[in-house]
């Protein structure tokens, strides 16, 4: 199709994104938009999975720039929609991200401000950087499924909480308390169980509460579990929590927010750039608060793959 929409931005807004936020700002959103000067068509995301759609259908339309106007699960749809479209090579899109979610947790590490009009001035200034994208490929239902991700992929205990979460979500809940509230009833029912992991190598065989796969620091609302990530080294900081009880966990919690709780005996950090997973019983997996997979998992990384909006200045490398 060629670049026909060169210089335009192709907006998706979620409107269900930050429990309805979406919806509730979206004027607010546009207006800022409009009042940027910015060259926009905008579309609606409808139901789950419908941004992937979007991202495809305007990329084959010939759009180069993308703006997401949602959460970490808007982006993680997006940035599925570029590596699935044939158009293009992904590292030719650029997207930028006004934040409308919950956690947002994606632009912690790379600057991007939490307001409407900031994020958009920030877009309209156009520094990009080629950030790290991470590849799962995992069963479902007996079919082996492929889905990508930009900030931080969880297994254990972690994807248990995302997926508290998410329904907690669907009830109406909103705020970053929900977070602490996932997190709590998440521990009431969690079985720490025996993981196989090997990271680039090496292997690992224990009795794991948690593994979290970072290209970026945060998740959870803000939790730092992958302190020493770096988006675009090349490598994950794979985060290991072994069994460490509830005492452990409530001595950790104002940890998890600062990256300290690494220092606890506990928990080790790894750098890789190919992790496999496996265990004899069921293991929850989430990428970016998305909900995946069974038991076994192989996560692999594409170097500075994605071109995204960033702060150099608030960029936390």
């Known amino acids: ?21 979406g919806k509730k ?38 759009y180069r720039n993308l703006i997401v106007a949602g959460g970490d699960g808007t982006l993680n749809e997006a940035v599925n929609g570029i590596f699935l479209q044939t158009a293009c090579p992904p590292e030719e899109i650029i997207i930028g991200v006004i934040p409308v979610g919950t956690g947002n947790d994606w632009i912690k590490t790379f600057g991007v401000p939490n307001e409407y009009d900031a994020a958009i001035k920030l877009i309209k200034k ?35 909480v995302a997926e508290k979460t998410n329904s907690l979500k669907n009830l109406g809940r909103k705020g970053i308390s929900l977070y ?13 169980g025996r993981i196989q992991l090997i990271l680039d190598g090496q292997m690992f065989d224990e009795l794991i509460f948690s593994v ?38 409530l001595r950790n919690l104002a940890g998890l927010y600062s990256g300290e709780f690494v220092k606890d005996p506990r928990v080790s950090t790894h750098e890789a750039s190919h992790v496999s ?9 989430e990428a970016d608060g998305e909900i995946l997979g069974d038991n076994k998992f192989e996560i692999g990384l594409f170097s500075q793959k994605l071109n995204v909006i960033y702060n150099p200045v608030n960029y936390l490398k």
């Open 277 to 285: 997973i496996s265990s004899a019983h069921n293991i929850a997996g």
């Open 180 to 192: 602490l509230q996932a997190l709590g009833s998440s521990f009431i029912n969690y079985q720490t």
């Open 212 to 249: 979290s796969i970072g290209i970026g620091k945060f998740n959870g609302g803000g939790m730092m579990q992958a302190p020493g990530a770096v988006p675009d080294n090349g490598m994950f900081q794979a985060t290991i929590i072994r069994k460490i009880g509830l005492f452990g966990i």
């Open 126 to 160: 156009g520094d990009t950087m080629l950030q790290d994208i991470g590849q799962i490929t995992f069963a479902e239902n007996d079919a082996t499924r492929i889905c990508y991700f930009a900030n931080m992929a969880g297994f254990g205990f972690d994807a248990m």
């Open 25 to 62: 700002d979206k004027a607010a959103i546009l207006r800022a938009l409009n009042q940027s000067g910015l060259q926009y068509e905008l579309a609606v995301s409808e139901y789950p999975k419908h941004t992937i759609h979007l991202a495809i259908q305007a990329i084959e339309e010939g």
């Open 1 to 21: 199709m060629g670049n026909l929409q060169k210089g335009k931005w192709f907006v998706i807004l979620n409107p269900h994104a930050g429990s309805g936020r």
